[in-house]
């Protein structure tokens, strides 16, 4: 067994290239100068502005939060710098796009063009802070399907974003949300209007690739009454020397009868493997409202880079009869450390919430599951269904599980169940026995572990899961 | 076939096995029969492969050394070992475990692997002659399986991969008298002119249903005695103490 860890130790990150194009960039420092230039360069309206200064100013009064089981170093936010944008914008067709660019894809498994012409995926490739390319637009449009760069939305639908923006993870909710309101430059905006049926699986691929340069990336999805939407978002990202900062915020408004499935595979730099230095740091924000009745919001995410990642997304069930749903599998290795888990708040009557959370820690890896349940006075007949798993491989990781459950009616359901086991030599003797090689059997026996997960990932997304656990436990043959 | 050769073995300086010697030829089914703690299934590991014991002598597959192998390189090389105690593998699909050890298999045999829908197909038929509910295949490896079903999901997996030796670890142990019919009707099947047999047992019963060619009681890590299913009745008769008085 100890080989199998060291052997997971040694592996290199696989996606770690850096393209080379030229870059935007101003130069580090945060001020309200700085934050007026953004919306000047973004050409924003008048709200934009106040909106980002309100959030700035909130965040100076602000503390970086210290309670999650997670340690790194300060960080100095007036090293980095705000803004980054490749050159050549507003492109119409992918011939359009740099040929480094779409050749970063092309390293990344991803080609754009194989996508358009074969999986009816439509992406809105984001590529640092701005978005260059985004296909299928005309057949969404013909829904009436808004899928676009978040800056884009600002121009063309300012009274969506004027109306959602802050709506569910307001502008003062925490000090990495703020700081994200403050100064963000992209992302992405969907909405789908009332009993339309999104008609293709939307996805964004997310890349960090500018050094110094924080991501503060923003997603905003409204799903309008009886309208049902899939959202997949997966990234990868170059090695680097330095810690990059990532603040994104994800807010979902789900209205009635509507049904928003975002599901996620992460797989940024972990850092060096031999030191930790280098990942990034993901600090995300992600929450969704069920708005009105019989609304349906389900996160699926599957993390297994960065070096620190810490998020918690969540649902509030506001509507009576929603459903909130959170799957997740997170794998830390090396010296990565994760605190993530979910927050689901009961608020409307028959809402009903379930929790599946699969940690998986190696090498000296540190995962924490932090989930909390809240069932609020009004909330008749709530039911909640947690699950925590965590497995471990060696003898230097840790898990850690801290469940916070809090119910104000005493007709709501709760069930909680957890366990923690670790990888056997006597289940990879089995294997070995039957001829199945040690890291044939790590990846059985771990696919096996996250299998309630992967089946609710979308199909492509499942292999490519599961494809990343291999990837991220290659070379553990003893 | 398999040919043992003045084996020694301890664990942590504890000699186990005290020069064993041994050989089975193919067509041959050979029961060790033993108290607790006499060795056998120390034998047994020894031969798979496990990890963890301090080794001298040789142990010969069909003319080649097994102790410089891996437990895989063994198996893909024909020897199967069904355990004593059946590993619980949570969340991984008992099919799933089974296609992917006969891939395994047939990769190495450098023949084409099976598709899911082929191996299904393959699977249902085997599964008949254990007499298991084809429910079985769609859970998780062992988990919540009975002792009896254990065992029987053992011999499902010999009569699947087919390998050319197969070691039998006190498989009739825990077992109720139909279940013990329906092993030994398994390994029966199983067993043919090509193929080794090496049973490990405390009890007579499986082998009034197996026949074994030849028995061998085995006291404090040696062989003290070769015989055929005669001896077999004998030590069950006499316990195993008569052996020690008449060596």
Redesign the interface.
């Known amino acids: 067994m100890s080989d199998i860890i060291e052997k997971v130790i040694e592996q290199d990150y696989k996606y770690g290239f850096v393209t080379d194009i030229e870059q935007d960039t101003l130069p580090p420092g945060l001020n309200e100068d700085v934050i007026r230039t953004i919306s000047r360069i973004k050409n924003e309206p008048e709200f934009m502005l106040e909106w980002r200064l309100k959030s700035y100013r909130q965040w100076l009064t602000m503390e970086e939060p210290t309670w999650a089981k997670v340690r790194y170093p300060e960080i100095d936010y007036q090293a980095i710098s705000y803004y980054s944008a490749p050159k050549k914008k507003e492109l119409n067709s992918l011939d359009e796009v740099d040929p480094d660019l779409l050749d970063t894809y092309n390293k990344l498994g991803i080609p754009l063009e194989e996508q358009k012409m074969l999986s009816g995926v439509a992406v809105d490739a984001v590529f640092d802070s701005v978005s260059v390319a985004t296909t299928f637009k005309s057949e969404l449009e013909k829904h009436g399907v808004i899928f676009c760069p978040f800056s884009e939305a600002v121009q063309n639908h300012p009274e969506l974003i004027q109306k959602y923006l802050g709506s569910v993870v307001p502008h003062s909710d925490n000090y990495f949300s703020a700081l994200n309101s403050a100064v963000f430059t992209d992302g992405s905006f969907v909405y789908i209007p009332k009993g339309v049926r999104c008609p293709m699986e939307l996805s964004t691929y997310f890349r960090i690739n500018a050094a110094k340069t924080g991501q503060f990336e923003r997603t905003l999805i409204v799903a309008d009454e009886g309208s049902y939407v899939s959202y997949l978002e997966g990234c990868t990202a170059p090695m680097r020397d330095e810690n990059q900062l990532h603040a994104a915020v994800v807010e979902l408004v789900a209205h009635k009868d509507a049904s928003i499935k975002y599901s996620t595979v992460q797989n940024w730099y972990p850092g060096d493997p031999k030191t930790g230095k280098g990942g990034i740091y993901n600090f995300v924000t992600k929450r969704g409202t069920c708005l009105e009745e019989n609304a349906k919001i389900s996160w699926t995410q599957v993390e297994t880079g960065s070096a620190i990642t810490w998020k918690y997304p969540s649902c509030i069930l506001k509507g009576d009869n929603s459903v909130g749903e959170f799957y997740s599998v997170a794998l830390t290795n090396n010296f990565q450390q994760a605190d993530t888990g979910t927050k689901m708040i009961h608020l409307g009557k028959n809402t009903k919430s379930t929790i599946i959370s699969k940690g998986i820690s190696a090498g000296k890896g540190q995962q924490t599951y932090r989930g909390g349940v809240q069932i609020m006075k009004n909330a008749e007949k709530a039911r909640n269904y947690s699950q925590c798993d965590s497995m471990l491989i060696g003898e230097q990781c840790g898990a850690h599980t801290f469940p916070y459950i809090d119910v104000r009616n005493s007709s709501a359901q709760m069930e909680h169940e957890a366990s923690t086991?670790s990888i056997?030599?006597?289940?990879i003797?089995?294997?070995?026995?039957?001829?199945?090689?040690?890291e044939?059997a790590v990846s059985?026996?771990v696919?096996?572990?996250?299998?309630e997960v992967f089946k609710e990932l979308p199909m492509e997304f499942a292999v490519e899961a599961q494809k990343l656990m291999e990837v991220s436990l290659e070379g553990a043959v003893g | 076939m398999l040919v043992i050769k003045n084996l020694h073995v301890s664990i942590n300086n504890k000699k186990i096995l005290k020069g064993i010697n041994l050989t089975i030829n193919a067509g041959e089914l050979h029961a060790i029969m033993g108290r607790n703690g006499s060795g056998k299934s120390t034998l047994a590991h020894v031969i798979?492969?496990?990890?963890g014991y301090e080794i001298e002598g040789d142990v010969l597959f069909n003319g080649e050394s097994l102790l410089d192998k891996?437990?895989?390189e063994?198996?893909?090389a024909g020897i199967?070992?069904s355990?004593q105690y059946?590993?619980v593998?949570?969340?991984?699909?008992n099919t799933?475990?089974?296609k992917?050890?006969l891939n395994?298999?047939l990769k190495?045999n450098g023949q084409s692997e099976l598709d899911a829908m082929d191996f299904l197909a393959l699977i249902k038929e085997k599964i008949k002659l254990v007499e298991m509910d084809e429910s079985y295949l769609n859970r998780?490896v062992n988990d919540g399986f009975s002792g009896g079903e254990k065992k029987r999901n053992e011999i499902l997996?010999l009569l699947t991969?087919e390998p050319t030796f197969a070691i039998l670890d006190e498989t009739d142990s825990g077992l109720d008298i139909d279940a013990l019919k329906i092993i030994a009707n398994g390994v029966n099947q199983y067993r043919n002119s090509e193929r080794g047999i090496l049973a490990i047992t405390h009890y007579q019963r499986l082998l009034d249903h197996m026949k074994p060619d030849i028995v061998h009681a085995m006291i404090d890590g040696k062989i003290v005695k070769t015989g055929d299913m005669s001896l077999a009745k004998e030590l069950e008769e006499k316990g195993y103490s008569f052996l020690l008085y008449t060596n």
């Open positions: 086991s056997g030599e006597d289940q003797y089995y294997c070995n026995q039957r001829g199945i090689s040690t044939d059985l026996i696919n096996g572990f996250c299998k | 798979a492969g496990k990890d891996s437990p895989e063994r198996a893909l199967f070992m355990f059946p590993v593998i949570p969340g991984v699909n799933y475990f089974l992917a050890a395994a298999k190495a998780a997996q991969l």
